[in-house]
T-cell receptor, first 112, second 114 residues
Framework: QKEVEQNSGPLSVPEGAIASLNCTYS??????FFWYRQYSGKSPELIMS????GDKEDGRFTAQLNKASQYVSLLIRDSQPSDSATYLC????????????FGSGTRLLVRP | KAGVTQTPRYLIKTRGQQVTLSCSPI?????VSWYQQTPGQGLQFLFE???????NKGNFPGRFSGRQFSNSRSEMNVSTLELGDSALYLC?????????????FGEGSRLTVL
């Protein structure tokens, strides 16, 4: 079992819709959770970090964390074609907090 | 403010050779991490340095090594290259006040081993 699992997609949504990206992790001691966006041929870019249970909103993005279910998600409201990219979920643990474990990413396609 | 700079951007080597990649972090950032990205394995952690000290190392063979200099610039070295080392090598820096996983990535060094 992979430590961080994501559906590879592609997840296809129409412009203006809500895109929901999901991630599960296996290590219960995971403490910090991150969403990175990677455009094709580019490097990853941090878009959200979340450290405690619940929701965290930043503009059109909302990260949701449920540690009991070992589940973290990213919602993108009013999706735009420019949101088309691969979204990487990453986690770090208390005992090695400077090491990020990445999922394989979910490719999102926003159709105009 | 300049971003994370990695050199070279592209390089081709043959099996058995060695390679050194360089990374200049964002000014004021003292933490530098290295990741390997491949289509099959995704992004995998190599190591992390802070103030010239390696704080974490990933599950890579000893052929992979790194160091950090007093000006926070970092290098990684891969010796005795294998075909499977072909990958995009990403360097990331983190500044004071940022969370452990809040990284700024460079554009990467794409290594092809023939």
């Amino acid at each position: 079992q992979k430590e961080v699992e994501q559906n590879s997609g592609p997840l296809s949504v129409p412009e203006g819709a809500i895109a929901s990206l999901n991630c599960t992790y296996s290590d219960r001691v995971s403490q910090s959770f991150f969403w990175y966006r990677q455009y094709s041929g580019k490097s990853p870019e941090l878009i959200m970090s979340i450290y405690s249970n619940g929701d965290k909103e930043d503009g059109r993005f909302t990260a949701q964390l449920n540690k009991a279910s070992q589940y973290v998600s990213l919602l993108i409201r009013d999706s735009q074609p420019s949101d088309s990219a691969t979204y990487l979920c990453a986690v770090s643990n208390l005992d090695s907090s400077y090491k990020l474990i990445f999922g394989s990413g979910t490719r999102l396609l926003v159709r105009p | 403010k300049a971003g994370v700079t990695q050199t070279p951007r592209y390089l081709i080597k043959t099996r058995g050779q060695q390679v050194t990649l360089s990374c200049s972090p964002i000014s004021g950032h003292r933490s530098v991490s290295w990741y390997q990205q491949t289509p099959g394995q995704g992004l995998q952690f190599l190591f992390e340095y802070f103030s010239e000290t390696q704080r974490n190392k990933g599950n890579f063979p000893g052929r992979f090594s790194g160091r950090q200099f007093s000006n926070s610039r970092s290098e990684m070295n891969v010796s005795t290259l294998e075909l499977g080392d072909s990958a995009l090598y990403l360097c990331a820096s983190r500044g004071p006040g940022q969370g452990p996983g809040e990284l700024f990535f460079g554009e990467g060094s794409r290594l092809t081993v023939l």
